[in-house]
């Protein structure tokens, strides 16, 4: 395995941090369960590391920290202010200090002041939220910056122009998000929670930072690997046109490929003998990209690209399967929620988020799917550098159907909705090689319009799969038949056109006591023996194990990564601090050994 980069994942390059706050007003408010790492939260810089790993400059500015709150009736301003939130924990968790709901009928207001080095005065400005849930407007200085409407996609605004001559500069923020009663994308937020639902997200819940850029900058860059023909591909998008790049590509510092060419056209950069990203070995080549105004250089930034491949073709048995770089792979992981008892969408700490993937690597798993949520953009850097594998859910939406009705929308906003936030999620994560499988719909949940969706997400990204429902409601489209079946496995038929999947099953509850969101929980099947759950755990691998030799099986996703609030079917349980069966145990079961 390459080395992990420091300075990708720490993420402390040249980061400018916001004067010390007062920590006594901030306290962890009443919560039923934490996670080890809320202790570790600074209330100074929350989330002090570098928020976009797959695209690095060396200067930025972190906004994370206390800012003044307040909650209004829809469409009213603050009269005054309720007391301080800790940004980037959502309102409803214990880490935001607050711990409140947020109703469709209320706003939530977000106040701050920010002050730019004096080297910044040049060039441009921009503000990013890395996400903010759902409606979002801001002010600099009293002027609109701008409003976005998507709950997990990050987003930018220019502001140099808004900044007033003076030191200190304020930023207001104003958030609507009518949850389960809107028509976006929401996964399983919900006004009321229960069952499989769980404690909505309103509001920032991702890192605010500002970055100075010159004039002329890269706006992003798309990287597809050829395994093929041994090639990388660069689509480099600058703020103007009539500019040039140049990409360097380096293994361990030491440069094996250089190409230059026009942004208007794509630029291809060959590797005479390239190491492949597999799971066992997630090789990542390092990149930079200068951006040219004729001979000068104007912009530069730092990145990751690794060289795979997925596909479906004939295996073993002369099965339809999914191979990883033309080889056959069986891809095993568990349902991954990411919620936190203590941050709900918005783990503690980088060290918390990146906890849960390191034990799934200690249990054996080489995949996940990341279910109807979409994470920050560390925790896919995370998964190119362990080497997991991801199956990336698209959050569902408004409309629930079964298998006898057609696939429609409530209204035309919603599909609207959907396919802008589908395809922002599809462009921000495009250049992880973890990311191998889209998964627009999660059986019924939304589903419309599946073949039209699926040729939409094809043509927009033709170099990975696409699992159009995962679940009972299949349409006969895509790339994969997918399954549910609980709580044992049972595998679809083979098909020839398509690999056969089991995209959820087993949801074994095992509640730990003193480590439960409420003392009434719920599992697929309960057990209160760990040796009984692990002996049914084993069990369902041996057929699994069975599936894969004799019907051409491809995959399975085990429900689930961790315990969600009244659910009690995780591998540990909520707040982290119990591995049920034991790692080592998971892992011969996982390995069959």
């Known amino acids: 395995m390459k080395k992990i980069s420091f300075l990708l994942l720490a993420g402390t390059l040249a980061a400018c941090t916001p004067p010390t706050r007062n920590e006594a007003s901030w306290k962890i408010a009443d919560n039923p369960l934490l996670t080890e790492w809320a202790a570790k939260v600074d209330p100074d810089v929350p989330w002090p590391e570098y928020p976009r790993p797959d695209m690095v400059r060396d200067n930025w500015l972190n906004l994370n920290g206390l800012w003044d709150y307040a909650i209004t009736p829809k469409g009213t301003r603050p009269e005054k202010w309720d007391g301080k939130i800790l940004v980037p924990f959502p309102v409803e968790s214990a ?7 947020v109703s469709d009928s209320m706003n939530l207001w977000y106040k701050t002041t920010f002050r730019i080095p004096s080297g910044w005065k040049k060039g441009k400005l921009l503000l990013n939220f890395e996400a903010s849930d759902w409606e979002t407007t801001v002010w600099v200085d009293g002027k609109e910056a701008g409003t976005h409407r998507g709950g997990y996609d990050p987003f930018s605004f ?11 500069h304020d930023l207001l923020v104003c958030v609507w998000d009518p949850t389960s009663s809107g028509p976006q994308p929401r996964g ?19 890192t605010v930072w500002i970055e100075p850029v010159s004039k002329a900058y890269i706006r992003s860059f798309r990287v597809v690997p050829d395994v093929d023909t041994k090639t990388f591909s660069f689509s480099v998008s600058p703020s103007e046109e009539g500019l040039s790049a ?4 380096s293994d361990h510092g030491k440069r094996v490929a250089k190409a230059a060419g026009d942004c208007s056209q794509t630029i291809s950069v060959g590797i005479e003998d390239p190491v492949l990203w597999t799971p066992d070995n997630p090789f990542l080549y390092d990149i930079t990209i200068e951006l040219r105004k004729g001979d000068k250089p104007v912009d530069k930034i730092a990145s990751v690209a690794g060289m795979r491949k997925i596909s479906l073709g004939k295996a073993a048995g002369g099965f339809t399967r999914i191979l990883l770089n033309n080889v056959f792979l069986f891809q095993n992981g568990p349902l991954d929620q990411g919620f936190w008892p203590d941050g709900i969408y918005t783990p503690p700490t980088d060290e918390a988020m990146s906890h849960d993937l390191v034990m799934l690597k200690k249990m054996g798993f080489n995949m996940l799917r990341k279910h109807v949520k979409v994470e920050n953009r560390r925790y896919y850097n995370w998964c190119d550098r362990l080497g997991l594998l991801v199956w990336q859910d698209m959050p569902s939406g408004d409309s629930y159907i079964d298998g006898n009705m057609p696939d429609i929308r409530k209204t035309p906003e919603s599909g609207n909705q959907f396919e802008y936030e589908l395809k922002q999620m599809i462009e921000t994560k495009y250049n992880h090689p973890s990311i191998v499988i889209w998964v627009p719909f999660n059986e019924g949940w939304g589903q419309w319009d599946t073949q039209r969706i699926t040729d939409l997400i094809k043509g927009f990204d033709p170099t990975r799969l696409v699992n159009s429902a995962s679940g009972w409601t299949d349409r006969g489209t895509g790339d994969i038949r997918d399954v549910h079946t609980y709580p044992d496995p049972k595998c679809p038929d083979p098909e020839e056109r398509r690999a056969i999947v089991i995209g959820e099953y087993g949801g074994l ?3 730990v006591e003193g480590h439960t969101w409420e003392s009434r929980n719920w599992g697929y099947k309960t057990f209160s023996d760990t040796l009984k ?8 691998l041996g057929l699994i194990h069975k599936y894969v030799r004799d019907k051409g099986l491809s995959a399975v996703v085990y429900t689930q990564t961790t315990d969600c609030e009244t659910e009690t079917n995780g591998l540990m349980t909520y707040d982290r601090k119990v591995d049920k069966m034991g790692y080592r145990n998971i892992e011969r079961a996982n390995k069959e050994e």
Do not use: C, H
């Open 509 to 511: 509850g095992f509640p």
């Open 533 to 540: 759950l692990r002996e049914t755990y084993e069990s369902y």
């Open 95 to 101: 880490l935001s200090g607050v711990r409140k709901r």
């Open 246 to 249: 140049e990409v360097t590509m």
């Open 188 to 206: 399983k937020q919900v006004n009321e929670p229960g069952g499989i639902w769980y404690t909505p997200t309103t509001g920032i819940w991702q």
């Open 158 to 168: 220019e502001i140099s122009g808004l900044l007033r001559l003076k030191a200190d």
